[in-house]
């Protein structure tokens, strides 16, 4: 039996194994590891029947995927609170990642569970909007004062704000980067592109290729990949739909790549789509895409790099070297953040506080 | 295979190798923990229950570990890990059996999105079950234990787990936790049960668990079909008092005690309205264990045969 049962079943050609105990109970663990029991729940179901599944294993498939429609009506209804809630504000809210997918009617949003809604607003609306969904009852969780500075000085998004009542959680961005970082992106011209959703008055989405370039700049930035695997079966539904959709998106998202600075996480995730689903760059925009990322060695080691860090965070998957490796994406993820003289700092107090958390306040969750 | 015919070497051996495979009902534990108290308890407790081999599969692997670093040698801790990862804050080490039992009570009421989970205990007489949902403090635990062991079959002193399909209840034959006072009822009043030794200041003080009586084991597979939802409510020098409660009030409650009728949307509702309308709701004030075991009875007499 393979260690890492998961990352191999998302190939267009991957034959589904056949598992016995053993193999249901580690994939289902790496599932729930990567927040993907639904998605694989779907991938069997569409390849040959959930009823083939014997009955043990069926059940938490099963429970997956009644968890993804429950997690369906419950974001559509806090999506429609926190319309809502901003609607005075006369601020358009910009719906960002899983909460677009599906209000967008993605397919990208088939299976995919949520722990937080995204949405992004004009810099200088972030007070207003705060306010307003402090109306509503989301108020902000982190009480630690370094934190708190850190967000607002430094970050692209507020801290996060939970309901008091529903615990549900929003990350109100102004951009999708952050300001320090070295891919800074101008919240400003994602706004300006930004879809309406019809049906919805007042909230819209990122266009197409906005949409999937910030999945990209996301994988890239979180530090750890334990969502990395679920981020880029986001990342290749995506591609596929709208390039079905637009013969032009291939050029429009080289083009938007490169005005928007992204052309490296560009590379990057589509060199890990490459090796997860066999993702094809039309040979129209190959050279052009590979143009984007200028520096081979650096960037085949972070293709392996990265390859090894999707695989799932389970013992059985571990090889040696794997804790140096993600510590060294997660600075990484860092120092893309922030240059070296706000960095440092940051980190000795990130490692200060996960020692002595009740020194500071609240854990070290930035 | 029954637990007691593993041999206490042999436990002790798999749980800190690759576990022991449990059997509780419609559920599989893979059980692990190097900890000693830990198949102590085990074999006080389910000495009596069905242990599978490899090639069944295990719904819930819990493993009870030691606490981390110096945490393993001074003021020693315990952890319960579920998929590698901590689930509750570390505990003193000699607290190690009632969190074995959270844990799986954790697992259950978390993930078996199968079933609607209610926090309940449920027994069973001829065929049909009783579901006693009460807050903590209700005197539900001890009442529980002393059915149990007075005509009573125990389905579970916490979790009344329902199958939307046939709305029947499943068994989970799992150990009765009791706590403070009550242990020392129980003693007397169950002398043939097994007790686990108790732990000292847990978070609900002095806690202990008893065994579930074999034979009552060796049906863990009949369901019951609900039949009536009683509120009971320990009130000292009461004598016992059993009256009507609003079915759309109990429907209420049971859905404020389910852990996953959010989870289950639609069907949640659905399950528990049949559930209701199958059943008598009761409420039952009540100061001496003997009171209660006669009211019961007259209750399962009442019942056509």
Known sequence: ?366 | MRLADLGASDLRRRLRGDGIRLRTGPFVFNLRSPIEVIAEGLLRLYAHHPVVDASTFADYAVEIVPGEGPRRWIKPQCRFLFDGRLVFEPMPVSHAYPLLEWSMNWCVSTQAHHYLVVHAAVLERNGLAVILPAPPGSGKSTLCAGLAYRGWRLLSDELTVIDPATLQVHALCRPVSLKNESIEIMRAYAQEASFNRPSEETAKGRVTHMSVRPDQVMRMDEPARPRWVVFPRYVAGSPPRLSAHSPSEAMLELARNAFNYAALGPVGFETLAAVVDACHCHDFEYSRLDDAVDTFERLAAAEPA
């Open chain 1, 1 to 366: 039996m393979n260690a890492d049962l998961l990352t191999p079943l998302w190939h267009p050609d991957a034959v589904l194994p056949q598992l016995d105990a053993a193999g249901w109970e580690r994939l289902l663990r790496q599932a729930r590891l990567g927040a993907l029991v639904p998605r694989v729940a779907m991938r069997f179901d569409a390849q040959g029947g959930l009823e083939r599944v014997p009955t043990g294993p069926r059940q938490h498939l099963e429970n997956g995927i009644r968890l993804a429609e429950r997690q369906v009506q419950a974001v559509r209804w806090e999506v429609e609170r926190i319309r809502r809630a901003a609607a005075p504000t006369g601020t358009p809210v910009v719906l960002l990642k899983g909460a677009a997918y599906l209000l967008a009617g993605l397919p990208a949003a088939r299976g995919r569970l949520f722990a937080d809604i995204d949405i992004l607003v004009p810099h200088d609306r972030l007070e207003i909007v705060e306010l307003a969904l402090l109306g509503a009852g989301w108020v902000s969780r982190e009480r630690d004062r370094y934190n708190q500075r850190y967000y607002r000085v430094w970050m692209h998004e507020l801290p996060p704000l939970e309901h008091v009542k529903r615990s549900t959680v929003i990350d109100v961005h102004h951009t999708i980067t952050p300001p320090t970082s070295s891919f800074n992106v101008d919240g400003r011209l994602l706004l300006a592109q930004s879809r309406p959703l019809a049906g919805h008055e007042g909230l819209a989405v990122l266009q197409p290729v906005d949409m999937l370039l910030h999945s990209m700049v996301h994988l890239f930035q979180e530090g750890d990949f334990d969502h990395g695997l679920r981020d880029l079966i986001d990342m290749h539904a995506l591609l596929v739909h709208f390039e079905a959709q637009d013969t032009g998106f291939w050029p429009q998202l080289t083009a938007r790549a490169r005005q928007l600075g992204l052309g490296v996480p560009l590379v990057q995730a589509l060199d890990q789509l490459q090796a997860l689903f066999g993702v094809q760059i039309p040979a129209t925009v190959a050279g052009e895409i590979g143009a984007l990322h200028p520096r081979p060695v650096q960037r085949s080691l972070m293709r392996r790099a990265v390859g090894r860090a999707l695989t799932p965070p389970t013992p059985e998957c571990r090889r040696p070297g794997d804790g140096l490796l993600r510590w060294l994406l997660y600075v990484r993820s860092h120092w893309l953040r922030m240059p070296l003289h706000l960095l440092v700092p940051h980190l000795v107090r990130k490692a200060w506080m996960r020692h002595f958390p009740g020194k500071t306040g609240d854990e070290a969750g930035a």
